[in-house]
Nanobody, 132 residues
Framework: QVQLEESGGGLAQAGGSLRLSCTTSGRPSDCRIMGWFRQAPGKEREFVSAIKCDTWIGGGSSYYDDSVKGRFTISRDGAQNSVSLRMDRLKVDDTAVYFC?????????????????????WGQGIQVTVSS
């Protein structure tokens, strides 16, 4: 059992910044990949970013959706069993509930990361609102 708790959401102006954090409890030693998804009102849940845990092959490798590449930065603190998402140059379209995720259940045929929404554990979600 792994519990995920998000923090750091809130309100920001377009062009501003916010930082999300996600702490884990339970069995963090099983960590392979952690990441973030988001869901805007009336839209499908979508992948935002992910990072391989230090204990996994290719630890530290990160992945981003094209919509946030160059604006968002994901990082992981293995000692703190946490993952953070630094969000810069925010846009109104970034408004959504952001979910922390832990260990994907689906991989590519070669064992690589693919951004499906099939993950072992999900956080409760935290609201991010960007105003114009």
């Amino acid at each position: 059992q792994v519990q995920l708790e998000e923090s750091g959401g809130g309100l920001a102006q377009a062009g501003g910044s916010l930082r999300l954090s996600c702490t884990t409890s339970g069995r963090p030693s099983d960590c392979r990949i952690m990441g973030w998804f988001r869901q805007a009102p009336g839209k499908e849940r979508e992948f935002v970013s992910a990072i391989k845990c230090d204990t996994w092959i290719g630890g530290g490798s990160s992945y981003y959706d094209d919509s946030v590449k160059g604006r968002f930065t994901i990082s992981r603190d293995g000692a703190q069993n946490s993952v953070s998402l630094r969000m810069d140059r925010l846009k109104v379209d970034d408004t959504a509930v952001y979910f922390c995720v832990f260990n994907p259940l689906t991989y590519s045929s070669s064992g690589g990361f693919i951004p499906t929404d099939n993950w072992q554990w999900w956080g409760q979600g935290i609201q991010v609102t960007v105003s114009s």
